[in-house]
T-cell receptor, first 113, second 112 residues
Framework: DAGVIQSPRHEVTEMGQEVTLRCKPI?????LFWYRQTMMRGLELLIY????????DSGMPEDRFSAKMPNASFSTLKIQPSEPRDSAVYFC???????????FGSGTRLTVV | DAKTTQPPSMDCAEGRAANLPCNHS???????VYWYRQIHSQGPQYIIH???NNETNEMASLIITEDRKSSTLILPHATLRDTAVYYC?????????????FGKGTLLTVNP
């Protein structure tokens, strides 16, 4: 099992550009979560999906952020246009139908200059 | 979900037991206690969870008080690699259609 796979690991982009972060959950997991981590705000839940359907997007900071899960094996988090305050580590996690904890990916470190 | 209170930091000597406390005085009857840790620059890692009975796995033990208002995570023989931020989280249990809300956690430093 390769775990939760996120790409890219690092992304540096200029303000105003579109950024797309990708996540492949663990096969068989039916929930997927996007988190953002900064020193100031800690780990924040942005959005989560269950069976590919968005359940709660109340953590998405503003309309510049959007997330999709077109199928059970792939999700994207898009920021358009990006701003310097979006700089953070973005984590994806997936959860299975049992009662155990999530599995997190290694994260994408985003820097917007 | 109930809120939790953890000390911001703790120290432990290598080879000794690390006991990390967590208060969750407003926990509801259907809420579980979960523990995760985050080693620097890595994603959080699930450690253990419980409802009201004490639990043990290969990583740690979880002791929950009888009134369920507090719990303690025990790392029986701490190593340098256990240095991390430990998060205590309370959430409604059952299924995978749930969310975890992380607080500030406890930074555990294991010293040689």
């Amino acid at each position: 099992d390769a775990g939760v796979i996120q790409s890219p690991r690092h992304e540096v982009t200029e303000m105003g550009q579109e950024v797309t972060l990708r996540c492949k959950p663990i096969s068989g997991h039916n929930s997927l979560f996007w988190y953002r981590q900064t020193m100031m705000r800690g780990l924040e839940l942005l959005i989560y999906f269950n069976n590919n359907v968005p359940i709660d997007d109340s953590g998405m900071p503003e309309d510049r952020f959007s997330a999709k899960m077109p199928n059970a094996s792939f999700s994207t988090l898009k920021i358009q246009p990006s701003e310097p305050r979006d700089s953070a580590v973005y984590f994806c996690a997936s959860g299975g139908p049992d009662n155990y904890g999530y599995t997190f990916g290694s994260g994408t470190r985003l820097t917007v200059v | 979900d109930a809120k939790t209170t953890q000390p911001p930091s703790m120290d432990c000597a290598e080879g000794r037991a690390a006991n990390l406390p967590c208060n969750h005085s407003t926990i509801s009857g259907n809420e579980y206690v979960y523990w995760y840790r985050q080693i620097h620059s890595q994603g959080p890692q699930y450690i253990i969870h419980g409802l009201k009975n004490n639990e043990t796995n290969e990583m740690a033990s979880l002791i929950i008080t009888e009134d369920r208002k507090s719990s303690t995570l025990i790392l029986p023989h701490a190593t340098l690699r256990d240095t991390a931020v430990y998060y205590c989280i309370v959430r409604v249990g059952g299924g995978s259609n749930y969310k975890l809300t992380f607080g500030k956690g406890t930074l555990l430093t294991v010293n040689p």
